[in-house]
């Protein structure tokens, strides 16, 4: 994943839906995918680089913008934002919002202290710029990037129930 982010990821991600279409364990019009932390990251990549394979999504505390993620561990896989400004944007979202066509759901604490909710906050805003439908944000006041509040979990957990029970058990549009 080196310079990167996202890619060889989404790749394999294609391959194991190629795999259980094959081996007839699900329903290509009927695949979504979640995702928390960089598992939220990967359902941005999956949903706005590959639309309409993914018929809905959800990324929890997901990061949107690498540049904006102050992680030690980033700056070994992608250098720093200001000498290698492609890696960066190669492997953020953010930079691929405008091929969401499909269902999301963005969920965040909003005291995460790990990815901030800022970053939630930008890819919203985004969304709106591009005027894209079909997307939702919830936020959570009293969650950090683990939550802890069994309202909170349920919320998100039923949330994520519901989107995928209205766009994947039905075949929704």
Same mark, same amino acid.
């Given at each position: ?58 990324? !929890? ?43 999301? !759901? ?68």
């Amino acid at each position: 994943i080196y310079r990167q982010m996202g890619h060889p990821e989404l790749e394999d991600y294609l391959d194991g839906l190629d795999w259980i279409v094959a081996n007839k364990q699900g329903d290509r019009d009927r695949i979504g995918i979640y995702g928390g932390s960089y598992g939220g990251f990967m359902a941005f990549m999956a949903l706005f680089r590959e639309p309409g394979t993914f018929k809905a999504g959800a990324a !929890l505390r997901p990061v949107s913008d690498w540049s904006q993620y102050n992680h030690e561990y980033t700056s070994n896989i992608l250098n720093t934002p200001d000498i290698d400004p492609e890696a960066y944007a190669k492997s953020s979202p953010i930079e691929y919002a405008e091929g969401l066509q499909d269902h999301l !759901l963005i969920a965040h604490g909003m005291i995460d202290d790990n990815v901030f909710f800022k970053d939630s906050v930008m890819m919203a805003q985004r969304l709106i710029e591009l005027r894209k439908d079909k997307w939702e944000i919830a936020p959570y006041p009293m969650e950090r990037h683990g939550f802890t509040h069994p309202d909170a979990w349920y919320d998100e957990y039923r949330r994520i129930f519901e989107l995928f029970e209205d766009t994947l058990k039905q075949g929704g549009s």
